[in-house]
């Protein structure tokens, strides 16, 4: 069974930064993992993706320039850094994810919640002074 924890939010004020983690459990060969968050009353939007087999990774408009996803030291861990965050940026994030049959590659631009099958259950992010 596939399992997705997410881990670092919190409450920040605006132009900090924070990292969140994402640990994926239950895969039996590659993936693609991808973060996306929802404000409050708005939809659930893409940010960035990454592939555990050759590290591929994309971005939507929106976090490109102050976030950026990487494999993290623990193994099956993907992290999101986020700099210079904003109030806009106030939303719970979610890390999701995909097997990646062999053979196939992450595809370029922002992930879209359709084509994930695995979510996590979310971490809360607050900007504010």
Do not use: H
Not at 25 to 49: C, M, N, V
Not at 55 to 79: H, L, M, P, Q, W
């Amino acid at each position: 069974e596939v399992q997705l924890v997410e881990s670092g939010g919190g409450l920040v004020r605006p132009g900090e930064s924070l990292r969140l983690t994402c640990a994926a459990s239950g895969f039996t060969g590659d993936y693609i993992i991808a973060w996306f968050r929802q404000a409050p009353g708005k939809e659930r939007e893409g940010l960035s993706s990454i592939s555990s087999s050759d590290g591929n990774s994309y971005y939507s408009d929106s976090a490109r320039g102050r976030f950026a996803i990487s494999k993290g030291n623990a193994k099956n861990t993907v992290s999101l850094e986020m700099n210079d965050l904003k109030p806009e940026d106030t939303a719970v994030y979610y890390c999701a994810a995909v097997d990646l049959p062999p053979g196939a590659r992450l595809m370029p631009g922002a992930p879209r919640v359709s084509e994930y099958d695995y979510w996590g259950q979310g971490t809360q992010v607050t900007v504010s002074s």
